[in-house]
């Protein structure tokens, strides 16, 4: 399974089915799950560096994650509404 899946699957793992059929049905959505699974290994990277703009830059991955996560749960909604 490509990995930006298993990392929106990660964030909304009650909706694991729709994010596997949304992936198949669109090649924009299987990128964003990309910059997701991306996003979340820049910021374990900079989590373990020993750099002096570690906090910084943790700041802006986590805060780009949460945003990602969002969009994605966004369209999940928008898709998939839950009763």
């Not at 909706?15 to 949304?22: F, G, K, M, S, V």
């Not at 991306?38 to 906090?55: G, H, Q, S, V």
Request: proline share 4%; charged share 30%.
């Amino acid at each position: 399974m490509h990995r930006g899946v298993l990392a929106a699957i990660q964030h909304c793992p009650g909706r694991r089915r729709a994010i596997e059929e949304l992936a198949l049905q669109s090649e924009s959505f299987r990128l964003l799950c990309g910059d997701l699974a991306d996003a979340e290994a820049a910021l374990r990277n900079w989590e373990n560096a020993d750099m002096p703009l570690k906090e910084e830059r943790c700041a802006e991955y986590k805060s780009l994650v949460a945003s990602l996560a969002a969009e994605i749960g966004e369209i999940m909604d928008a898709r998939y509404p839950r009763e």
